[in-house]
């Protein structure tokens, strides 16, 4: 099972960490090496011993979570065992919020805690965290948690190069090992279309050809079983799979393979009936094949200077009373999110479509760390929101000063993620509670093997975690940097490749061997636009 080949399971080979952060101190003095760190954590003296008898026993409602921990602890599951057992239950967790739940080890075994399938899982992962495998010693303590944010994600661009269904399903694992719960597949862009659609087999026999770096590249895209399989493995791990259709610019795979729908400067044309058709057709494949509730439908970075020129669009624009050409993206972004939202989804965008005022379902995601009043603007709307400004939420920046920056000059260090995105302090407490969380955004245009998307994700990827779980007055990267620095060099001896402060230039280099050091290189230029 692919399950704890990075983290959890082998993070109790760490040293016991001297901790200057009071609220993990005794902790982890204790050997509680817990990422993300839970809001309440009493170590007791002594531990229970897993044998051969050991099981994993489970009230109704939680069963798949228990076969889940079992099989990825090598134990069996039974019924209504009382002693030597891992037990999950709804029982005493009336109390609990949906994500969250008490974990107790005593002599007699371990106790889940939870109101939610969620809750009870994510009880799971941390007792996965605190098994010693070698000794099979768990040490006794009681621990009671519950995330900061609800919407803790990370989005993959698989457009821009493409990676594969077992890729993504080793992702996966590690999101679920930290407590991640949202992955948002950005799926089409200019470069490729990478999601089967049936309607339109083209889209993808075409459509799916070429990358970033090799337009000639043969076609790579998921089928629907692929997809479903991904959707499945995630759902197990209490993650969404959230898919992204990037409308009406980044659209150029679709419309070279459909120039009809072509608005010139990869956009679709918003004038015309056949470009809602075809996407209405999209987006009503996507959501029989998404169980999500939420569709992104992008609404980024548009370039509107093709729009407008002709009779037809002439015409359209005084049929709906639009007076400029741009206003056409309005007019586009609410009937999309209309559409979206009549098919009883909630539809996401990136905060450009602010601008449109679509209704107040809408879910904005905030990307222009630039723009700070696009974050004032949404949340003063009435928008939730989701944070990831690409400072410090971009995983394709680089992650240490030494290496090339590129485009926007901004280098995300892992203690810049974990530091989290600056909220202006003009946000009113009350207008704060509209944020939903936070995501990572790892485009590829630059990322073109699995050694590198590694590298890029890992360990920005476990701070992210830990700053989008554990509660404000918790977080303290000096404590989170203890806990992770061995990690990193059990990544290393997995395969794993990780990113290394304590050795930039070789960790880069393994990971991605053509890199330019910054002595020899001269910063790359392109953005990941
Ligand atoms: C984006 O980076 N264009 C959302």
């Known amino acids: 099972m692919m399950k704890k080949t990075g983290t959890g399971m082998f993070m109790k080979n760490l040293l016991i960490i001297v901790s200057l952060a009071t609220s993990a101190l005794t902790a982890s003095a204790a050997g509680l090496d817990l990422i993300p760190w839970p809001a309440k954590v009493q170590p007791e003296p002594g531990q229970f011993t897993i044998n051969q008898q050991t099981v994993v026993t489970a009230d109704a409602p939680f069963a798949a979570e228990a076969a889940l921990l079992a099989g990825d602890i090598h134990l069996k599951t039974a019924a209504g065992a009382k002693a030597n057992r891992i037990r999950l239950t709804t029982q005493g967790a009336e109390a609990l919020g949906e994500e ?44 009671e948690d519950a995330p900061r944010y609800a919407w803790r994600g990370l989005m993959l661009d698989v457009s821009r190069h493409f990676f594969d269904q077992p890729t993504i399903l080793r992702l996966l694992d590690w999101m679920a090992d930290y407590k991640l719960n949202r992955f948002h597949i950005h799926l089409t862009d200019d470069q490729a279309w990478r999601m089967e659609i049936d309607k339109y087999p083209e889209l993808t026999r075409t459509g799916a050809r070429g990358n970033f770096t090799d337009t000639n590249a043969p076609a790579r895209f998921f089928t629907k079983s692929e997809m479903r399989e991904i959707i499945r493995y995630a759902a197990q791990r209490h993650i969404v799979v959230v898919p992204e ?86 007019y586009f972004v609410r009937r999309m999110t209309q559409f979206i939202s009549q098919h009883h989804h909630t539809p996401m965008g990136w905060d450009e479509i602010v601008a449109a005022k679509p209704a107040t379902n809408t879910v904005v995601f905030w990307w222009r760390h630039n723009k700070p009043e696009m974050l004032e603007q949404a949340l003063a709307g009435g928008y939730a929101v989701v944070l990831s400004p690409r400072s410090p939420c971009y995983f394709d920046y680089p ?20 530091g989290g995105p600056k909220i202006p302090a003009s946000i009113s407490p009350a207008l704060r509670k509209n944020i939903l969380g936070v995501e990572a955004c790892v485009w590829t245009e630059h990322i073109g093997s699995v050694p590198y998307l590694e590298f890029m994700i890992m360990p920005r990827m476990v701070a992210l975690a ?40 070789g960790s880069l280099r393994e990971a991605r061997p053509s890199a330019k050091l910054p002595a020899t290189a001269s910063a790359t230029s392109a953005s990941h636009q």
């Open 466 to 505: 830990e700053m989008a779980w554990t509660a404000d007055g918790q977080r303290d990267f000096g404590n989170f940097n203890a806990r992770l620095k061995p990690l990193v060099a059990q990544y290393q001896q997995l395969g794993i490749h990780s990113y290394d402060e304590n050795n930039p230039e």
């Open 100 to 143: 969250a739940y008490r974990l107790e080890v005593d002599q007699q075994g371990a106790t889940i805690h939870a109101h939610s399938p969620a809750g009870a899982f994510y009880g799971c992962q941390t007792l996965a965290q605190l098994l010693e495998p070698k000794t099979q010693t768990i040490p006794l303590v009681k621990i």
């Open 245 to 330: 259709i990037d409308m009406p610019g980044h659209a150029s795979a679709a419309t070279r393979t459909f120039p009809q729908l072509d608005g010139g400067v990869k956009t679709y044309n918003p004038a015309s009936e056949a470009t809602y058709d075809f996407l209405q057709n999209v987006l009503l494949d996507v959501m029989q094949t998404f169980p999500s509730p939420w569709i992104h439908f992008g609404g980024d970075e548009v370039n509107t200077s093709g729009w407008g020129k002709d009779a037809a669009a002439a015409e359209k624009m005084r049929a709906e009373g639009l007076q400029k050409p741009q206003q056409l993206e309005g």
């Open 399 to 418: 992650q240490d000063k030494s290496y090339p920056q590129i485009g926007w000059k901004i280098c995300n260090t892992p203690e810049a993620v974990y």
